[in-house]
């Protein structure tokens, strides 16, 4: 629609174009937020992978559980400090300690933690470090392509409104031009017969 006055009409159709290109990269933008969502998943799964089955392999088998378990509670600063270096986890990537112990403490038998298997943390590894930037790749590639028909079907439908907005300007100036003429055909002999 055009505007009532003009003064702001550059501000305005800068703005809009502004706004159609943040419109037109929403899914690429959604689809990264997901994919580092994903990632910090990933990292928050092998961390705890990596606690739950060192807490794990300090249980014994048969005796002395209780002892075990509350030793594992008391010294839990340590055994973070220690998964974080035998396994180079980030610090940002740790759990709340004290969080983590009170969920770990309503477990009476630590025994019923997956024993820590190499070939996982391997697999999360590879998932996050290879297998996810190839997906965020394509997804990339998918959105530019998305963006590219988006501005194209614009771009057409734009022309399309530029012809239209043509074609009704010359239909006006033809009825304006019938009119002009049937003005004069009507206003010439009035004037000879005033004569």
């Known amino acids: 629609k055009d505007l009532v006055h003009n003064d702001f009409e550059d501000m305005f159709n800068a703005d809009e174009e502004?706004?159609?290109?943040?419109?037109?990269?929403?899914p690429s933008?959604?689809?990264?937020?997901k994919m580092n969502a994903m990632v910090q998943r990933i990292r928050l799964i092998k961390v705890h992978l990596c606690l739950l089955g060192q807490?794990?392999?300090?249980?014994p088998r048969f005796f002395g559980?209780?002892?075990?378990?509350?030793n594992v509670l008391n010294n839990l600063e340590s055994i973070f400090e220690s998964?974080?270096?035998?396994?180079?986890?980030?610090?940002?990537?740790?759990?709340?300690?004290?969080e983590f112990r009170q969920r770990l403490d309503a477990y009476e038998?630590?025994?019923?933690?997956?024993?820590?298997?190499?070939?996982?943390?391997?697999?999360?590894?590879?998932?996050?470090?290879?297998?996810?930037?190839?997906?965020?790749?394509n997804a990339s590639r998918l959105a530019r392509?998305?963006?590219?028909?988006?501005?194209?079907?614009?771009?057409?439908?734009?022309?399309?409104?530029?012809?239209r907005q043509r074609e009704i300007q010359a239909e006006a100036e033809?009825?304006?031009?019938?009119?002009?003429?049937?003005s004069k055909s009507v206003t010439a002999p009035t004037a000879v017969a005033s004569r």
């Open 18 to 26: 502004w706004l159609l290109d943040e419109l037109m990269r929403l």
């Open 29 to 33: 933008v959604s689809a990264e937020r």
């Open 55 to 59: 807490i794990r392999q300090q249980m």
């Open 65 to 70: 559980q209780g002892r075990a378990r509350q």
């Open 83 to 98: 998964v974080k270096n035998q396994y180079n986890l980030s610090e940002g990537d740790m759990p709340n300690l004290e």
């Open 109 to 137: 038998d630590f025994r019923v933690f997956p024993k820590l298997d190499p070939e996982q943390l391997e697999h999360l590894d590879q998932l996050w470090r290879e297998k996810l930037p190839e997906i965020m790749g």
């Open 145 to 163: 392509e998305q963006e590219e028909e988006e501005r194209m079907a614009q771009q057409k439908a734009k022309e399309a409104e530029e012809r």
């Open 174 to 182: 033809a009825a304006i031009a019938a009119l002009e003429e049937a």
